[in-house]
């Protein structure tokens, strides 16, 4: 190929699974401040504007992945989502976040719950993608019973037809 490696854009990720026999464990604990429910790609704007990732193509994808997955949102009492989690098209829970003034309140784990009954429910294995430097998402996965299964490493190579 003849490309340095380390000039590609690239990223690890830890790989968590979640045993179905911790989900039915779970005790709904939800606020009457909030709500959870799905998201629509009306919300692809918001999810998009916090992603830390984000790129000129990354709100084609994440509209798509709310249009082809699940995608769920904790709302307040307005309607206006706090925090959100989505599904990839490769199954795994991705795009978990909680908007800053509201973090440390669980409402992160409300989301992880509801997409994880939801993923029980349609027969699926719940899998969660985390990069290394995110120790908050690491430890509020394993906190929920999800175990580190696998570390993955992917890089961009531009394609040079």
């Known amino acids: 190929m003849g490309q340095n490696l380390l000039n ?6 830890i ?11 779970w005790k709904p604990s939800l606020s009457t401040s909030c709500k959870v429910a799905y ?12 992603w830390a990732y984000r790129s000129a193509d990354s709100m084609t994808m994440i509209r ?5 997955n699940l995608a769920a949102g904790v709302f307040n009492i307005q309607g206006e989502p706090l925090a959100w989690c989505l599904r990839s ?6 795009h978990l976040h909680v908007l800053s003034s509201h973090r440390r309140m669980g409402l992160g784990s409300l ?3 509801f997409m994880a009954h939801e ?7 719940v899998l969660a993608t985390v990069v290394p430097e995110n120790e908050g998402s690491q430890k509020m996965f394993e906190k929920l019973g999800f175990k580190s299964i696998n570390q993955l490493y992917w890089a961009v190579i531009p394609c040079t037809l």
Request: hydrophobic residues 35%; charged residues 20%.
């Open 89 to 94: 098209p490769h199954g795994s829970l991705s």
């Open 39 to 50: 998201l629509t790609s009306n919300h692809a704007e918001l999810v998009d504007r916090h």
């Open 111 to 113: 989301a992880v719950r």
């Open 8 to 13: 590609l854009e690239h990223q690890g990720a």
């Open 64 to 68: 798509g992945f709310m249009e082809n």
């Open 119 to 125: 993923i029980k429910l349609k027969g699926s294995e």
């Open 15 to 25: 790989v968590y699974h979640l045993p179905s026999s911790v989900i039915p464990s």
